[in-house]
């Protein structure tokens, strides 16, 4: 059946009808319609209307290799011929997960030689949760359970996702978290460094938190802290430089364990296929998911450390955990061929030589002068752009978030998507970003401030 029998308007109405969409207000949206996007090409996003959009966030952070790629669709459809499914349960296996699993250990850091697979970054989380606190129960240290996280982290969805992220308001609807994880202050200078503080000494402060609460909880509690390299869904909220040194030196005093979550900075959105590669962290897990294969499959690998893996293995007999897609063989042929072209085509290289430092001049030299602009960060192609009604107090307009709301309206309606998280605009492009899709997205940027300023009065 195609969708082109029927109209956005019949499409809507039945989408209002049956449908739930995530994280959104159903009558909100049932008072609106959906916006129909269906298809995409490059890193350019289509809807119904005819819109060309240039997609500024890689569908949800993960379209990483561009869109229209008839080889991934080859390599799903030559395996879903071939073999559409099997389970890696019962003593079985499928060859894709197999190579895959190889390959993924190649790209990782030295100490990620194990994977297990999910399809969803929810469930690698969920999946890193139980391997964390089974490694010390098998180590004798059963007590040793506690994790640390921060406010405003995000980890999923799911009830341990949600649990282990810092996001109050999803706390709000849990009905019951996972017990005994606690949030500490993220590291987010913008908001939260003391007048005159400096970015070091700030990154200090921020990390000296997650030593306060092994403190208070005693060592001998606290399994392990879990942090992504960059706060992604939280705003982009980059860490200054002595941040994740002395989380390290800390960790590694006490004995807790360190969970990296790269579901976002994964497969080289900061110009190493990881950002434990690029900011230097040693890590016990990684998760990873959205960009393995570019989202054109739902896949998730969670790594798993040496010292946790050799424990597991040896001394850890059935691990009671598994989905039924773990290792599937279609999303795993899929991610051999999404890191194939991602390779074949030098994307992490690219970043990190070429893109990444002019998606940050251009974006700093256009935009950071912005009258309601009060910061532009990136690293690799990841950027950030707070909004404020005082660029010297840091003043935002109120009530909070709506000014950013503006902005990526009109960015959207200028032709290019990107996301508001509270105050802050987000890009996480396609890495097939070339020195003239930034400029171009500049441009969208650019304007869409200078009509949203309009709107509030400021310009
Ligand atoms: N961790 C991080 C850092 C994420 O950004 C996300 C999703 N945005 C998740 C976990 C959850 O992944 P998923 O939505 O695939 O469950």
């Given at each position: 059946m195609s969708y082109q029998n029927f109209s956005l308007k019949q499409l809507q109405e039945i989408d209002a009808g049956h449908h739930l969409h995530p994280f959104t207000d159903h009558k909100e949206l049932r008072a609106v319609g959906s916006r129909m996007i269906v298809r995409a090409d490059g890193p350019y996003i289509y809807d119904s209307e005819g819109n060309e959009i240039l997609d500024g966030m890689a569908g949800l952070w993960c379209v990483n290799a561009g869109y229209g790629r008839t080889e991934l669709a080859e390599a799903a459809y030559e395996q879903m011929k071939e073999l559409p499914y099997y389970n890696s349960f019962f003593k079985c296996s499928t060859p894709t997960p197999v190579l895959l699993s190889k390959k993924l250990a190649e790209i990782a850091p030295a100490n990620m030689n194990q994977v297990f697979y999910g399809s969803s970054g929810s469930e690698a989380n969920d999946t890193a949760l139980r391997v964390v606190r089974r490694y010390w129960a098998l180590e004798g240290?059963?007590?040793?359970n506690r994790i640390i996280s921060r406010k405003m982290a995000y980890h999923g969805s799911t009830i341990a996702g949600a649990s282990l992220g810092g996001m109050s308001h999803m706390h709000e609807q849990l009905?019951?978290?996972?017990?005994n994880i606690v949030h500490v202050m993220p590291p987010y200078s913008f908001e939260l460094a003391e007048p005159g503080e400096s970015e070091h000494d700030f990154g200090i402060r921020a990390a000296r938190a997650v030593e306060d609460a092994i403190l208070e909880a005693g060592a001998e509690n606290v399994a392990a802290f879990i942090g992504e390299p960059i706060m992604g869904a939280g705003g982009v909220k980059i860490p200054p430089e002595s941040y994740w040194p002395e989380i390290q030196r800390i960790c590694r005093k006490y004995d807790v364990l360190l969970m990296l979550d790269e579901v976002i900075t994964g497969y080289g959105r900061t110009g190493e296929w990881f950002a434990a590669q690029a900011m230097g962290i040693e890590a016990d897990t990684i998760t990873t998911a959205k960009a393995l294969t570019s989202g054109y499959q739902p896949l998730s690998a969670l790594f798993i450390g040496d010292r946790i893996a050799r424990t597991l293995i040896d001394k850890g007999g059935e691990f009671f955990h598994g989905y039924?897609?773990?290792?599937h063989p279609v999303a795993c042929a899929v991610a051999l061929k999404n890191l194939e072209i991602i390779e074949r085509e030098g994307l992490v290289d690219r970043v990190r030589s070429d893109t990444g430092p002019y998606f940050r001049k251009t974006l700093m030299e256009r935009l950071s002068g912005h009258p309601i602009v009060g910061q532009v960060r990136t690293v690799g192609l990841l950027g950030a752009i707070e909004i404020v009604a005082d660029k010297e107090t840091r003043e935002r307009f109120q009530p909070s978030g709506s000014a950013a709301v503006k902005v990526r309206d009109h960015a959207i309606a200028q032709g290019l998507m990107m996301r508001a998280t509270d105050d802050t605009m987000i890009l996480s492009p396609p890495l097939i970003w070339t020195r003239e899709t930034i400029d171009i997205a500049a441009a969208r940027i650019e304007r869409a401030l200078d009509l949203a300023a309009a709107d509030l009065g400021r310009m």
């Open positions: 240290k059963p007590r040793k009905g019951g978290a996972v017990p039924t897609y773990s290792g």
